[in-house]
């Protein structure tokens, strides 16, 4: 029997690749999103133009269509977990919604690789608003750990499939914001790459074609409802450690500049010239998808050098962070 599936987004970094693996295993898919983003996804694929973050919008579009599988990817707060809820109870046979790690970093006492055990426990009070940066990250786990609450909750009462996907950062060919890629641009000319004159949060993040994986592993399976699951790579590396080996994949000499964090914040340097060395990066435990999924993670490598393979083949293209690049090379002239 053919498995209609929904994927909510399903054109930006995961989402192309998400529908083709759907594809691939004879899926009837749709997709629902605003159609802001130009895609490239096949024609049987259907086209559904709504505002996730509109109830009614929602309900407009979807209201009584019946779903094997759907796939939430653009799903950020407990209201929006709820509305999902409201709409897709008795309607669909599973629901993988893709939470992140950072629903462990605003938790108190937590400590890295974080296992999923660790997310029961007292939240850190919402710091100030006039603080940008920190508040915006810290209201993004804040927000995602609702949904997971709602989610929880609706399993617990009336056994809703769903299925939370905890991911780090994570590294793609599709990455819309072109961390790696900027890296790859600014050791590719020879300049110096700065970075804060500290060790940081560890490189541990996950492959895009490895939380694929995952997806389909669940659409194949009985497995995982009401259950979370860390989706990670095996290693960790240090930001050092992660910058010589795209250098290293690149054939390229290394030229790293370690700077006290509080200049690069007073030049406006940060995040752009370094986005790995951001305070708000997980660092997850992987064993539980391992077991109970079966999930076998993408080497650094091997994946490091799909990604230098995939940014040498395509046309180079704009990234709004290497714009300061000249200001960056003159700083670390100045030093």
């Known amino acids: 029997?053919?498995?209609?599936?929904?994927?909510?987004?399903?054109?930006?970094?995961?989402?192309?690749?998400?529908?083709?693996?759907?594809?691939?295993?004879?899926?009837?898919?749709?997709?629902?999103?605003?159609?802001?983003?130009?895609?490239?996804?096949?024609?049987?694929?259907?086209?559904?133009?709504?505002?996730?973050?509109?109830p009614g919008e929602l309900k407009r579009v979807l209201a009584g269509r019946e779903f094997d599988l759907v796939i939430d990817t653009t799903l950020y707060t407990g209201a929006e977990?709820?509305?999902?809820?409201?709409?897709?109870?008795?309607?669909?046979?599973?629901?993988?919604?893709?939470?992140?790690?950072?629903?462990?970093?605003?938790?108190?006492?937590?400590?890295?690789?974080?296992?999923?055990?660790?997310?029961?426990?007292?939240?850190?009070?919402?710091?100030?608003?006039?603080?940008?940066?920190?508040?915006?990250?810290?209201?993004?786990?804040?927000?995602?750990?609702?949904a997971e609450d709602m989610f929880a909750q609706a399993w617990a009462k009336d056994k809703f499939p769903f299925t939370s996907l905890r991911l780090p950062m994570v590294n793609s060919?599709?990455?819309?914001?072109?961390r790696i890629y900027g890296y790859f641009l600014r050791i590719q000319d020879e300049g110096p790459i700065l970075i804060p004159d500290e060790d940081g949060a560890p490189v541990r993040h996950v492959y895009g074609e490895d939380v694929v994986q995952a997806i389909t592993r669940l659409t194949e399976s009985d497995k995982g409802k009401g259950r979370s699951y860390n989706i990670g790579q095996d290693e960790t590396l240090s930001l050092t450690q992660f910058l010589e080996l795209l250098a290293e994949t690149m054939h390229c000499p290394l030229k790293i500049v370690r700077v006290p964090r509080e200049e690069l914040n007073r030049e406006g340097l940060l995040p752009n010239c370094s986005p790995f060395s951001g305070k708000w990066m997980s660092s997850l435990e992987n064993a539980r998808s391992k077991a109970e999924l079966g999930m076998q993670y993408t080497p650094v490598a091997s994946y490091v050098k799909k990604l230098v393979s995939y940014f040498q083949a395509v046309r180079p293209h704009n990234v709004e962070g290497y714009a300061q690049r000249q200001r960056e090379v003159e700083f670390a002239k100045s030093r």
């Open 1 to 54: 029997m053919t498995m209609r599936s929904l994927i909510i987004g399903g054109t930006r970094n995961l989402g192309p690749s998400i529908v083709h693996a759907l594809l691939q295993r004879e899926h009837e898919v749709a997709v629902f999103n605003r159609g802001q983003t130009r895609d490239d996804l096949p024609e049987e694929v259907e086209r559904l133009r709504g505002d996730r973050t509109n």
């Open 81 to 146: 977990a709820a509305a999902a809820v409201e709409l897709f109870t008795g309607h669909v046979g599973r629901y993988i919604f893709l939470s992140t790690g950072q629903v462990y970093l605003v938790r108190i006492g937590a400590e890295r690789p974080y296992k999923e055990d660790d997310y029961a426990g007292q939240v850190m009070a919402e710091p100030p608003k006039s603080d940008v940066s920190e508040y915006e990250n810290w209201r993004y786990g804040f927000d995602k750990r609702a």
């Open 173 to 178: 060919e599709r990455d819309h914001y072109d």
